[in-house]
């Protein structure tokens, strides 16, 4: 895939911080990866709390904390950087949640032709 892998690992890592902070234990973090003839897609999975809907557009904002109570102690910084450095390879970042189901980042790269 084209991408910057020290970056890319970065990104991850805070995709997968993040899951940390949002799941309970004995819970189940997943990552995968999906190839295509154009796109390399790597997910991070959670079946943890999920994300409130009137949070979902501002997750990727900087120093953006919800309101719902959350034992997470992060100040808003790893999913806005995640989203930039993806961005910043022509990549991109997306997330799909259920409340008290979980969450599913998605990393989202060209394939080298």
């Given at each position: 895939?084209?991408?910057?892998?020290?970056?890319?690992?970065?990104?991850?890592?805070?995709?997968?911080?993040?899951?940390?902070?949002h799941?309970?234990s004995?819970?189940?973090?997943?990552?995968?990866?999906?190839?295509?003839?154009?796109?390399?897609?790597?997910?991070?999975?959670?079946?943890?709390?999920?994300?409130?809907?009137?949070?979902?557009?501002?997750?990727?904002?900087?120093?953006?904390?919800?309101?719902?109570?959350s034992?997470?102690?992060?100040?808003?910084?790893?999913?806005?950087?995640?989203?930039?450095?993806?961005?910043?390879?022509?990549?991109?970042?997306?997330?799909?949640?259920?409340?008290?189901?979980?969450?599913?980042?998605?990393?989202?790269?060209?394939?080298?032709?």
């Open positions: 895939m084209l991408c910057d892998s020290l970056w890319t690992k970065e990104a991850l890592a805070n995709l997968v911080k993040n899951a940390l902070e799941t309970s004995g819970s189940t973090i997943r990552i995968t990866w999906q190839n295509t003839s154009l796109t390399t897609r790597i997910l991070v999975s959670d079946d943890g709390c999920g994300i409130p809907p009137e949070d979902i557009h501002h997750i990727f904002k900087r120093f953006y904390r919800s309101q719902t109570p034992h997470s102690q992060g100040i808003g910084l790893g999913l806005p950087l995640a989203k930039a450095i993806v961005e910043g390879q022509s990549g991109i970042l997306s997330v799909q949640s259920h409340p008290g189901e979980g969450t599913t980042f998605t990393m989202s790269f060209l394939t080298k032709p």
